[in-house]
């Protein structure tokens, strides 16, 4: 046989065998196309149950009236926390557990507050001062309702100076915070002496009052006992209840203020004004007027 008829044999047999590389080329392609496409959906619909599944949990670990962390957030971070200052104690350093810090906080007058603007409108004041209060804190702080207008902070590495100025400024916080106002007249004087709430909050402090949540939590549901047998409006720590120092001379907290559970006069002559003891209702004001 010729050369060229040879070439043209060879060519008629590839032919078939060039045309079913084509074909499967194509269905190679076409197959690895349709598999990024699922898979692309398949991430889609992961990162959708994601979301999903970090909003159930946002929303299982949120009191769904104030927006801060519920009960059993602050049940479970308060261990977290503990745990952790606890664990330096055995690490090599040796210098015993980390500082910890829980904050009982309580808001008195609010029953004015439901008189006047009834339930609803009383449930978005709470969540209003309750967000104030969480601007006050560190990001690595924690506030969440408690119960009722019962509210607990958790303070990683914070000891009892922290703690003392911590809570200084959450009772100045909800004396001097001006509540919203759903008013279409003019405006009522403000009072002298804040909005008609008042705060009372117990200090307790790891290790001086336990190693345990339920030990610290009692500790700081005395300390807020004796907040409240003071009047409010104060803060209270387990160690006030303690004798005055040799020679019956003030504490350095009285020295500064006049009245124990006060560090600073950051209301001017009266740092701790006594709590408004009618209940009247509390003034309220315009969003514009939030303090900053």
């Known amino acids: 046989m010729s050369t060229p008829l040879l070439v043209q044999a060879l060519a008629a047999l590839c032919v078939p065998s060039l045309a079913g590389t084509t074909v499967l080329g194509l269905r190679l392609r076409r197959r690895t196309a349709e598999a990024?496409?699922?898979?692309?959906?398949?991430?889609?619909?992961?990162?959708?149950?994601?979301?999903?599944?970090?909003?159930?949990?946002?929303t299982a670990s949120c009191d769904p009236l104030t927006g801060v962390w519920n009960y059993r957030h602050l049940q479970l971070t308060l261990d977290r926390e503990i745990e952790r200052a606890r664990r330096a104690e055995h690490s090599e350093q040796g210098e015993g557990p980390r500082p910890l810090a829980v904050l009982l906080l309580e808001i008195a007058g609010f029953d004015a507050v439901v008189a006047e603007h009834g339930r609803a409108r009383a449930g978005a004041v709470l969540r209003d001062l309750a967000q104030r209060?969480?601007?006050?804190?560190?990001?690595?702080?924690?506030?969440?309702?408690?119960?009722?207008?019962?509210f607990l902070v958790v303070l990683p590495d914070t000891g009892a100076e922290g703690a003392?100025?911590?809570?200084?400024?959450?009772?100045?916080?909800?004396?001097?915070?001006?509540?919203?106002?759903?008013?279409?007249?003019?405006?009522?004087?403000?009072?002298?002496?804040?909005?008609?709430?008042?705060?009372?909050?117990g200090v307790a402090v790891l290790p001086e009052d336990g190693t345990h949540a339920a030990v610290l939590l009692r500790a700081a549901d005395r300390a807020l006992a004796a907040a409240r047998a003071?009047?409010?409006?104060?803060?209270?720590?387990?160690?006030?209840?303690?004798?005055?120092?040799?020679?019956?001379?003030?504490?350095?907290?009285?020295?500064?203020?006049g009245k124990a559970g006060s560090l600073s006069a950051c209301a001017g002559r009266e740092p701790l004004a006594p709590p408004v003891a009618s209940h009247s209702p509390a003034t309220v004001a315009g969003p514009r007027d939030l303090l900053p």
Do not use: F, K
Request: glycine fraction near 10%; charge should be neutral.
């Open 133 to 150: 209060l969480a601007m006050e804190i560190r990001r690595a702080d924690t506030l969440g309702r408690y119960s009722g207008e019962e």
């Open 230 to 257: 003071a009047g409010g409006d104060c803060w209270r720590s387990t160690t006030d209840r303690a004798a005055p120092a040799a020679g019956g001379g003030p504490t350095p907290e009285r020295d500064r203020s």
């Open 164 to 201: 003392a100025q911590v809570a200084e400024r959450l009772v100045w916080s909800v004396r001097r915070h001006l509540l919203l106002d759903w008013s279409s007249g003019p405006r009522e004087p403000r009072p002298a002496h804040g909005n008609g709430l008042t705060a009372a909050v």
């Open 36 to 58: 990024s496409a699922r898979e692309a959906r398949l991430n889609e619909r992961t990162a959708e149950l994601g979301a999903r599944c970090a909003e159930l949990e946002r």
